[in-house]
C-alpha cells in the first residue's frame, strides 16, 4: 500500500518562506496554522520572527501597489496639467463703475453691489483673471446700471420679475454694450455677465493676445 512521504520539518519551512534553522517541534504546528489562517509575523521560542504570505495575499499586494502606482502617475499628470496653465494664459480684467469716471466714488450703491458680483464671478473662472490696474487688462468690463423689469409670461397668465445688468466693454478701440438677466437676482445676472465675456474672449483670444503694432 502506497502511503505518501511524511515531509521534514525543513520541507515545512522551505514552504513556508522562514529562515533555513529549524524552530522547536512546538512551533512547527503554529507554522501550520499560520499557512492555513494567513496570518503573521510570529515568534518562535527564541525570539525570532517568522512571516508567511500567501499567493493570493501576494497577487492582492502586487494589485495594490499596482493600483498606488496608477493614483500617483495620475496625480503627477494632473499637477503637470494644471501647472501647464498659468495665469497669464488667461485674459487679464479690469472692472470698474460708470460713475466712477475721471477719479471719482461712484455714489451708487447699485453699482457697488454688482461689481462685487462680479469680482466674485471672475474669481471662478477658467479664461479671465482680475487685475488691479485698468492698464494692465486687455479687456475692462463698466458696470452702467442695473435694475428690474416685470415680464408677462406667456399666455398672459400672470407676470414675474427679471432682474438686468448692464455693462460696456472695451478692449483698445473695440467698445460693446451687453446685458445679463435673470430671474434668480442681481448676482445670478452677474454670472450672465460673465458667460457672454467669455464666450466673446473665446472667439477673440488671438486678436486680444496679439502683439500691438
Same mark, same amino acid.
Given at each position: 500500500?502506497?502511503?505518501?512521504?511524511?515531509?521534514? &520539518? #525543513?520541507?515545512?519551512?522551505?514552504?513556508?518562506?522562514?529562515?533555513?534553522?529549524?524552530?522547536? #517541534?512546538?512551533?512547527? =504546528?503554529?507554522?501550520?496554522? =499560520?499557512?492555513?489562517?494567513?496570518?503573521?509575523?510570529?515568534?518562535?521560542?527564541?525570539?525570532?520572527?517568522?512571516?508567511?504570505?500567501?499567493?493570493?495575499?501576494?497577487?492582492?499586494?502586487?494589485?495594490?501597489?499596482?493600483?498606488?502606482?496608477?493614483?500617483?502617475?495620475?496625480?503627477?499628470? %494632473?499637477?503637470?496639467?494644471?501647472? /501647464?496653465?498659468?495665469?497669464?494664459?488667461?485674459? /487679464?480684467?479690469?472692472?470698474?463703475?460708470?460713475?466712477?469716471?475721471?477719479?471719482?466714488?461712484?455714489?451708487?450703491?447699485?453699482?457697488?453691489?454688482? &461689481?462685487?458680483?462680479?469680482?466674485?464671478?471672475?474669481? #471662478?473662472?477658467?479664461? $479671465?483673471?482680475? +487685475? #488691479?490696474?485698468?492698464?494692465?487688462?486687455?479687456?475692462? %468690463?463698466?458696470?452702467?446700471?442695473?435694475?428690474?423689469?416685470?415680464?408677462?409670461?406667456?399666455?398672459?397668465?400672470?407676470?414675474?420679475?427679471?432682474?438686468? $445688468?448692464?455693462?460696456?466693454?472695451?478692449?483698445?478701440?473695440?467698445?460693446?454694450?451687453?446685458?445679463?438677466?435673470?430671474?434668480?437676482?442681481?448676482?445670478?445676472? /452677474?454670472?450672465?455677465?460673465?458667460?457672454?465675456?467669455?464666450?466673446? +474672449?473665446?472667439?477673440?483670444?488671438?486678436?486680444? %493676445?496679439?502683439?500691438?503694432?
Amino acid at each position: 500500500m502506497f502511503r505518501p512521504k511524511q515531509p521534514s &520539518i #525543513d520541507m515545512i519551512l522551505r514552504c513556508l518562506s522562514v529562515p533555513t534553522k529549524v524552530p522547536p #517541534d512546538a512551533n512547527v =504546528l503554529r507554522y501550520t496554522a =499560520l499557512r492555513r489562517t494567513g496570518r503573521g509575523p510570529v515568534q518562535d521560542l527564541e525570539g525570532r520572527s517568522y512571516t508567511w504570505e500567501s499567493a493570493s495575499g501576494r497577487r492582492k499586494r502586487e494589485i495594490d501597489m499596482r493600483i498606488r502606482a496608477l493614483v500617483l502617475i495620475s496625480a503627477i499628470t %494632473l499637477t503637470f496639467l494644471f501647472a /501647464a496653465e498659468k495665469p497669464q494664459d488667461k485674459i /487679464a480684467v479690469f472692472v470698474k463703475s460708470g460713475g466712477s469716471l475721471g477719479g471719482l466714488t461712484d455714489p451708487s450703491k447699485d453699482r457697488q453691489d454688482s &461689481i462685487k458680483d462680479l469680482l466674485k464671478k471672475l474669481k #471662478d473662472s477658467d479664461s $479671465l483673471r482680475l +487685475v #488691479d490696474s485698468e492698464s494692465d487688462a486687455l479687456a475692462v %468690463l463698466i458696470v452702467l446700471d442695473r435694475g428690474t423689469k416685470r415680464t408677462s409670461m406667456i399666455g398672459g397668465m400672470g407676470a414675474y420679475d427679471r432682474m438686468y $445688468l448692464n455693462v460696456r466693454l472695451i478692449a483698445g478701440d473695440y467698445s460693446v454694450e451687453f446685458t445679463g438677466e435673470s430671474n434668480n437676482g442681481y448676482s445670478a445676472a /452677474a454670472g450672465k455677465v460673465v458667460k457672454q465675456l467669455e464666450a466673446w +474672449v473665446k472667439d477673440n483670444r488671438d486678436r486680444l %493676445l496679439a502683439p500691438k503694432k
